[in-house]
């Protein structure tokens, strides 16, 4: 598939000749610091874990440590928690990898393949909740990072109202400089990354801050802690 | 809408702002509680003013090279099967949009909060295209304010600061059927459901951009609502607006900026979705299947080469409006300009020209809380101060008319030569003891030790129609004549 | 040590018992001072407005009449404020260049030179008890850069109990000819910083910037409200204990 670019020379032109017709030769950026790189780098797991169990809390969503002996049953629990109904994973080999199993008697899977786009998006909105497992997950802000593959859409992350993340402790990186380090090396080319930090709100209505706008109304972080 | 709010001029403006006291409780209150907020975010993350010099830094080495960033960018969208479309003014913007619109023939288009789609002015002509058009603002506030028959944003990031609960029920209830009461969560679930339904069945997704990634042809988009990712997921064609300076070289650059705009903006740490996506890649199935960029310049270039050339490094935080006292009577309406605070008084003149947007520069006393506050180190209030030297000493605009202008350039005259200052000393007991005074002074101390005047003409006349003016004392009293004889004395 | 006293056109024109006071205290110090006879203004009024061409001669006016000072010492923290963007002023190989550049080397706001080069913190000024609060200079405290100094000098002023002022950062509304030339959005500015004031309770209202002072003080009187308005320089001048005087880190002078 080819994409267009439409007027971009005079476009550039006049930009070029408001600096008065100086071409400046190309260099790159140049970092002025690594504060980024440093600040809370030198942290243990145990620090950045405390960190994170505070922000949870200050964003809304529910931290809960476990192992991954009993991860499932806690899942189990959530998904009852949060009322049953249809749960949404996506079609994955990670789960079996990392021996998490989703047991719901309404279970439906994010289909690979274009011909399901419609079936997919319609199922997310159906499902009262999704189980997932993020790339990264952020101890500064509490958030989980994902990216969108063929057996994972984006609408996976947001139309369901209850969300699941089962985070492997494994995964936690102090901010999001080391996790956008990773994605600038490692991200698959045309993928969607999703930096996700509580459920949605919004400040919208005389400052209040209310929670569960668009997004999903609720988030429980299960981080398991032998993984 | 377009750049203007509105046709009245600038004192009819605020002659207005004064008029709505809720608007303007709302905007103190909101100050108050963001400053709390936000310098607790910043001293969390510690270090403020390195990262502040490492977001400026980035935002100047991307504007020195933007037509590089620019072509990368494009380029980039393009390999993927994207369409980028340069656009020099709002009307090409606006064609452009319109040609996707109705190639695709669509009727149902969502939109997530964009700044830039405002200032072309895309929301009437969408909705001029047919009468079964159905446009939906999915921001909240933005939606807000279209339910309420399109009324104007006051404020660049809680652009519905001037509408309280008691408004907004009374506007869902008329036009939604909602029956609930004025809790704000309640409120939000109906526009939640409401604007769900709609997402399922729209065709277009029109988004802003926070930040163009150059090096990926990817767009970052940064919400609490989590409408943006909706809007980039369920429609098959996208098409994003962005400001031209709006880019960075990386995704870590976005990262880096995507940090100080939350903390800066709203005192978060990250706002609760920050995305980066494109074009559907060749395995997904949600997505856009058909993908647009529209890059806007509409005046934006007026500034590159010039002293205002550093007002496109703002990432549009809104931390200035939050901290300005200016905006923080007047409120974003009296601006008239869809950029109001420090930021619209510098930008809007630039984008939309002094004979419309001239008065803006000069609603500031410069104290400096904007430049202080701004996380990419704008000097926004030394900007102010070019823009005025710009109309009255370049253009000869001269902001009060002609009368004050002989006032200052006399005070100019008289504040250089000792000669003539000298005369003023000696003239200005004597010229202020015989103005209307005050009967009783009630302020003790040096202030008003001679005397108050209540009345006074000419350009102290916009002094005494507020607060009493002090009399000056005889010559002989005055510090000049006490000093030498001190020094005599000794 | 030798101090040339920086007057400024409002304080010359209208309020000499600040200067006065700002001497008296200097002198005490054992300190010399004298008084630059050609110094008329900073030019802020006009070069704020946008008249910037027609500012240069009252800018170089200042800047040639403190051209032999050792030190400069200035009454209002937002003029000490304008000395210090003077270098920008001017071009490079422009020979004010380098004069503006000596002169905002060695220009300090009162309370500024009291804290940051002689060192001091108690001045000896003492009162009976009464109630007071201080509004902070946006210039002083944003251009000049100054943020800590008055508040550590008055709080070494005994018998005085200086209570927080509310909405500490945000602008009185004089910004120079923005009184006059904005008189409706000065007077919304001008009645909440008023409000603010009255709100702690105190009974002397401080500053250090004599424009902030005249501004509040103009709407303070216009309300009939009553409360004593006073610049920092008067504070620290009263009823001076000078036992209490700290040691003054300078070697180079003798206390008075």
New interface residues.
């Given amino acids: ?8 020379t ?3 032109k ?3 000749e ?3 017709g100086v071409e ?1 030769p ?4 140049v ?3 690594d ?2 790189e440093t ?1 809370l780098a030198d942290l243990t797991s145990d620090e950045l874990l405390e960190i994170a169990k505070v ?1 949870s809390e200050r ?1 809304s969503a529910t931290l809960v440590e476990t192992t991954s002996s009993e991860m499932n049953e806690v899942i189990r629990q959530l998904i009852e928690k949060s009322g049953g109904g249809q749960v949404m994973i996506p079609t994955t080999d990670e789960f079996k990898n990392l021996g998490v199993n989703v047991n719901s008697e309404n279970l439906v899977k ?8 419609d079936e ?3 199922a997310a ?1 159906n499902s009262n909740v999704v189980v997932a497992v993020p790339k990264f997950f952020l101890a ?2 509490a ?1 989980i990072v994902v990216e ?3 057996g994972q ?3 996976l ?3 369901p109202t209850h969300y699941i993340s089962v985070i492997p402790l494994s995964r936690m990186l102090p901010r ?2 080391q ?3 990773w ?2 090396k490692n ?22 801050l ?7 109304l609720e988030i429980n972080y299960v981080i398991v802690k032998d993984l | 809408m377009g750049l203007s709010t509105s046709t009245k001029t600038f004192a009819e403006r ?1 002659e207005e702002s ?1 008029k709505d006291q809720f608007a303007k409780a ?1 905007v ?3 100050q ?4 709390d907020k936000r310098e607790l975010a910043r001293d969390e ?3 403020w003013q ?2 502040r ?2 977001a400026e ?2 935002r100047q ?2 504007l ?5 960033y ?2 990368e960018f ?2 980039n ?12 003014d709002a009307k ?1 913007a606006n064609d ?1 949009v319109k040609r996707i619109v109705l190639e695709k023939n669509a009727k149902k288009i969502v939109k997530s909060k964009s700044m830039v789609t405002t200032e072309v002015d895309i929301d009437p002509m969408l909705v001029s295209l047919a009468d079964d058009m159905d446009i939906l603002e ?4 933005e939606f ?1 304010l279209q339910v309420a028959d399109w009324d104007e944003p006051s404020h660049i990031v ?4 001037h ?3 008691d408004q ?1 029920r009374e506007i869902f209830a008329k036009k939604l059927g909602y029956e609930g009461d004025n809790n ?2 309640n ?3 109906c ?2 459901d409401t ?2 339904k709609l ?2 069945k729209s065709e277009v997704g029109i988004t802003g951009c926070n930040f163009a990634i150059a090096n ?1 042809g ?1 767009i970052n988009l940064s919400t ?4 943006a ?2 809007t ?3 429609p098959k064609t996208q098409i994003v607006l962005m400001g ?1 300076e709006r880019i960075v ?8 900026l ?2 100080m705009l939350a903390r800066s903006a ?1 005192g ?20 856009p299947e058909d ?1 647009h960029v529209v ?1 806007v ?1 509409n005046g934006r ?2 500034a ?2 010039t002293a205002f050339e550093a007002v496109l490094q703002c990432i549009r935080c809104g931390a200035c409006l939050n ?1 300005c ?2 905006y ?3 409120g974003g309406h009296a601006y008239g300009s869809i950029y109001p605070g420090p930021i619209g008084s510098v930008l809007s003149p630039v984008l939309g020209g002094y004979e419309q947007y001239g008065d803006l520069p ?8 904007c ?2 506050t701004c996380p990419v180190k704008i000097s926004l209030h030394e900007l102010l ?1 070019e ?7 370049d253009l000869n605009m001269h ?2 008319g002609s009368f ?1 202008n002989f006032e ?2 006399t ?3 008289g ?4 000669a003539l ?1 000298g005369m ?2 000696n003239m ?1 007991h004597t010229g202020l003891n015989v103005l209307p005074k ?1 009967k ?10 001679y005397g ?1 005047v209540r009345k006074a003409p000419a ?5 005494t ?6 009399i ?2 005889p010559h002989k ?4 004549q ?2 030498k004889k ?2 005599a004395g000794k | 040590m030798k101090v040339s ?1 920086f ?1 400024t ?1 409002v ?10 006071a700002m ?1 008296e205290v200097l002198e005490r110090l054992g300190i010399e001072t004298d ?1 630059p ?2 110094q ?2 900073c ?1 802020q ?11 240069m ?2 800018i170089k ?1 200042q800047i040639d009449a403190f051209e032999s000072s050792d030190y400069v010492v200035g009454i209002a923290g937002s003029c000490s404020g304008m000395f210090t963007e003077y270098p920008h002023m001017f071009d490079e190989g422009d020979p004010y260049k380098q004069k503006a550049i000596d002169l905002a080397n060695k220009s300090y706001e009162f309370t500024q030179f009291l804290y940051r080069v002689l060192g001091l913190e108690d001045l000896g000024a003492t009162f009976k008890g009464e109630k007071a609060t201080y509004h902070r200079s ?2 002083m ?3 000049l850069g100054e943020r800590e100094a008055p508040f550590i000098l008055l709080d070494k002023v005994k018998g005085l109990e200086v209570l927080p002022l509310p ?1 500490l ?3 009185c ?18 009645t ?1 910083k008023t409000n603010d004031i009255l709100s702690t309770g105190a009974e002397i209202l401080i500053s250090a910037d004599l424009g902030c ?3 509040i ?6 309300e ?8 920092i320089a ?1 504070i620290l001048n009263t009823n001076v204990d000078l036992e209490r005087i700290d040691t003054v880190k300078n070697p180079e002078f003798i206390r008075a």
């Fill in positions: 598939m080819t994409g267009t670019i439409e007027n971009r005079k476009f550039l006049t930009l070029f408001k600096r008065g400046l190309f260099e790159p950026y970092p002025i610091s504060l980024p600040h922000q964003v994010w289909k690979i393949g274009k011909e399901f786009r997919n998006i319609t909105q500064e802000s958030t969108s593959e063929a859409g984006r609408s992350h947001f139309l999001s400089t996790a956008a380090d994605f600038d991200k698959k080319p045309g993928s969607t990354i999703h930096f996700i930090s509580g459920p949605s709100n919004s400040g919208d209505i005389e400052m209040q209310v929670v569960g706008l668009h997004g999903p | 605020l004064k709302a103190a209150k909101a108050d509680a963001q400053w993350l510690g270090n390195e990262w010099n490492i830094s980035i080495h991307t020195k090279y933007l037509p590089h620019l072509t494009s380029d969208v393009a390999a993927r099967g994207g369409h980028v479309f340069f656009a020099a090409e452009y999915t921001d909240l506030a807000i809680f652009p519905a600061l509408k309280n609960r907004i704000p969560v409120l939000a679930r526009a939640r604007m769900r997402f399922l990926t990817d609490n609502e989590g409408n990712d909706l980039i997921s369920i031209m070289p990386s995704i870590k650059e976005a990262e880096i995507d940090n709203v978060q740490k990250l706002t609760t979705y920050v995305t980066f996506a494109g074009q559907q890649a060749d395995d997904e199935s949600d997505g993908f890059i310049d270039s007026n590159i080469g901290v006292p200016v923080r009577q007047i000069y609603a500031s006393t410069l104290c400096g809380a430049t202080e101060i823009h005025r030297k710009v109309m009255e000493d902001h009060d004050v200052m350039n005070i100019g005259r504040t250089s030569s000792p200052f003023a000393i200005a005050a009783e002074v009630t302020v003790e101390g040096s202030i008003f030790e108050a350009l102290a006349k916009g002094w129609d507020v607060r009493d003016l002090p000056a004392p009293e005055q510090f000049r006490w000093y001190h020094k | 006293i007057s056109c304080m010359d024109l209208m309020f000499p018992q600040v200067g006065i001497v008084l006879e050609g008329i203004c030019g009024p006009t070069y704020n407005s946008g008249l910037v061409k027609e500012s001669p009252t006016n946006c210039h405290t944003r251009i909405h950062e945000n602008c509304g004089f910004g120079g000819t923005f009184s006059v030339k904005s008189p409706e959005i000065s007077e919304m500015m001008v909440e002072l005249m501004n003080a103009g709407k303070l009187n216009r009939g409200k009553k409360i004593r308005v006073m610049h008067e």
